[in-house]
């Protein structure tokens, strides 16, 4: 099972999203980071080798991913990002097959611009929104869409779940509050170790 998340406006929690997804899973699960913040966001050294990124534009075979993977929580591989470049769009069908291919789940954090073969590889492709009406034209006005959307919910905002829902065509499914616990476990590099519980119930419950 592969489960993509995106975001069409940045600051919208997408990288925390997929972190708290892989770490709230009970089986050994990979979590693939095509924007490059997920090390920060775990608490974790920042890799000192290639990345995805990297391989995408060599000509190693597939093979040499699973040699990228890193350990990041007890049942978490993380694939890191790598430097920053474009890929050969050939390059990304083949990362897409050998996602397939896994035997567990896999997570894949794609930041703002999701690489369209990798994209349409996935079984569940998540947008990470909040009911903002910027976040959620940006949303329209693109040519991707969501299976589903996770709705991170700040009191006071004019637009609700049903909003967002007839507006993206997709259902919400999970909620998850702007809880100061989340912050203050990723400003403490603490996000896996420290999974608030209550992001934890949702996604899993979401997951499932």
Avoid: N
């Amino acid at each position: 099972m592969i489960t993509l998340c995106w975001a069409a406006k940045g600051g919208s929690g997408t990288t925390v999203v997929a972190a708290a997804l892989a770490l709230s899973a009970t089986e050994p699960t990979l979590l693939v980071d095509l924007d490059g913040d997920q090390p920060a966001v775990l608490g974790s050294a920042p890799p000192d080798g290639p990345g995805v990124r990297d391989w995408v534009r060599s000509d190693a075979g597939p093979s040499r991913i699973a040699a990228l993977e890193v350990d990041v929580a007890p049942h978490v591989r993380l694939l890191p990002a790598g430097r920053p470049g474009p890929g050969e769009p050939g390059r990304w069908s083949e990362l897409a097959r050998w996602l397939q291919r896994q035997q567990r789940p896999v997570v894949i954090d794609a930041g703002g611009h999701p690489p369209a073969e990798v994209f349409e590889a996935a079984d569940r492709r998540w947008l990470v929104t909040r009911a903002c009406y910027l976040a959620l034209r940006a949303a329209v006005a693109q040519p991707l869409r969501p299976t589903g959307v996770v709705l991170v919910d700040e009191p006071g905002r004019a637009l609700d779940r049903a909003d967002v829902e007839a507006c993206l065509g997709a259902p919400v499914v999970a909620t998850t509050l702007c809880d100061p616990a989340i912050a203050r476990a990723v400003d403490a590099g603490l996000l896996a170790a420290r999974l608030p519980s209550g992001l934890r119930r949702v996604l899993r419950a979401a997951a499932a």
